[in-house]
């Protein structure tokens, strides 16, 4: 399979705990985004990648919450100290821009949190 | 930032008949709108796109317009069929960054 991966596709975890979820791009796909989705509602932005910088954070991102892409290939999203209100949907997206495309983003699967 | 609005949120048509699904946004700066498809359970897809200096595009029996003055775009789907039940989204992008999304459409198309 050649579009977006993600692992875990599901993490349930206890208030207060750490986890990290993990996003492979489309390979050669330079932007890399993770988006936030809760039942009934559009995907969230949360921050973005082109290769290994950081773009862009939402403002609502609250400090538990830290995004890498080291090597401009895949990345990892980790939130700490998990609150019940971070259970969503966690969802990657890529794309390749370059002049004169579109921003066509591929979304993976995603990450479903639970936090009990 | 932008805001992007989206009605209705659930749509029930019958098989064969025509569905349109409206968005607004509030940034006269955005230029790109897709939108995407979810099926339960799976990951939202494309189905079309629209950038700022067009006003109409289709692709089959799925047409998007855009009235930039008004800063509303809509989804057309003729001929409606049952696999075209599923939540759609639209979006909206400045300058190929981030996308803000709509609140979603639950489209249900009865046999």
């Known amino acids: 399979d050649t579009g977006v991966s993600q692992d875990p596709r599901h993490k349930i975890t206890k208030r207060g705990q750490n986890v990290t979820f993990r996003c492979d791009p489309i390979?050669?796909?330079?932007?890399l985004y993770w988006y936030r989705q809760t039942l009934g509602q559009g995907p969230e932005f949360l921050t973005y990648?082109?290769?290994?910088?950081?773009?862009?954070k939402s403002r609502l991102l609250s400090d538990r919450f830290s995004a890498e892409r080291p090597k401009g290939s895949f990345s990892t999203l980790e939130i700490q100290r998990t609150e019940q209100g971070d259970s969503a949907m966690y969802l990657c997206?890529?794309?390749?821009?370059?002049?004169?495309?579109?921003?066509?983003?591929?979304f993976g699967p995603g990450t479903r949190l639970t936090v009990l | 930032g932008e805001n992007v609005e989206q009605h209705p949120s659930t749509l029930s048509v019958q098989e064969g008949d025509s569905a349109v699904i409206k968005c607004t946004y509030s940034d006269s700066a955005s230029n790109y709108f897709p939108w995407y498809k979810q099926e339960l359970g799976k990951r939202p897809q494309l189905i079309i796109d629209i950038r700022s200096n067009v006003g109409e595009k289709k692709d089959q029996r799925i047409a998007v317009t855009l009235n930039k003055t008004a800063k509303h775009f809509s989804l057309h789907i003729t001929e409606t069929q049952p696999e075209d039940s599923a939540v759609y989204f639209c979006?909206?992008?400045?300058?190929?960054?981030?996308?803000?999304f709509g609140s979603g459409t639950k489209l249900n198309v009865k046999p």
């Open positions: 390979s050669e796909h330079n932007r």
């Open positions: 979006a909206a992008d400045r300058d190929f960054n981030k996308f803000y």
């Open positions: 990648f082109q290769n290994e910088a950081q773009l862009e």
């Open positions: 997206a890529s794309s390749l821009l370059t002049s004169g495309t579109d921003n066509e983003q591929f």
